[in-house]
């Protein structure tokens, strides 16, 4: 009985010295990576699907044990086909906003969180039409981000992040331009855009 209280004992140090060190007050991280992301586009009355090419950055601080806020970016190159005039065509994204992380088991080298990120998005469309004249459009919303995730840490500074995201992004539009002139939009002009999915994403993290 005594040896499996022992037992029992070393059992729930190790665990608490292993997995119970919450994230540290004023500990600051910096991650930087590349992801794809892969949406159901939702436009007017149809849908259809859509991806893109991700690079996150984020800065977040723990004003709590477990608990940290920060600031968060994502630049997005959505792919784009083309037409049967080859005319060319891009599309781009960026995000900027607010991020809260609850990081619920957190040890010196291991860190699995879940979190939320909000914020405001833009997107612009720049390309040429079928009568070569260039268009440039662009709008801008509100994103969201669920986020869950894992970094694993190689020393006390450096390591590795792998992520995956259900993202939101809803745009009203606001700009339009022809061969660099702003052109008001037509009367019936109606285009409700929105992005819903899922984005996977992989990076390097570092720790001060």
């Known amino acids: 009985m005594k040896k499996q209280l022992l ?48 690079f996150p950055f984020s800065v977040e601080y723990s004003i709590f044990d477990k608990l940290s806020i920060g600031i968060a970016y994502q630049r997005s190159s959505y792919l784009t086909e083309q037409d049967s005039s080859n005319n060319s065509e891009s599309v781009k994204g960026n995000l900027i906003g607010a991020k809260c992380d609850f ?48 970094k694993i840490f190689f020393g006390n500074h450096i390591g590795m992040f792998f992520g995956f995201t259900y993202a939101g992004y809803s745009y009203i539009w606001q700009k339009n331009k022809v061969d660099g002139q702003s052109e008001p939009f037509p009367d ?16 390097l993290v570092g720790k001060f």
């Open 7 to 54: 037992i029992t004992f070393t059992g729930l140090l190790f665990c608490s010295n292993i997995f119970g060190q919450a994230m540290k007050k004023g500990e600051t991280t910096i991650t930087a990576g590349i992801g794809v992301g892969l949406y159901k586009a939702f436009i007017n009355d149809t849908t259809d699907g859509a991806g893109a090419t991700l």
């Open 103 to 150: 990081h619920f088991l957190k040890s010196e080298n291991v860190d699995l969180y879940m979190g939320v990120s909000a914020g405001y998005d833009h997107i612009v469309f720049k390309g040429t039409d079928n009568n070569d004249q260039s268009f440039y459009l662009s709008g801008g919303g509100f994103g969201y981000q669920v986020n869950t995730g894992l």
């Open 188 to 203: 019936e002009f109606e285009f409700d855009l929105k992005l819903k999915g899922g984005e996977g994403k992989i990076g």
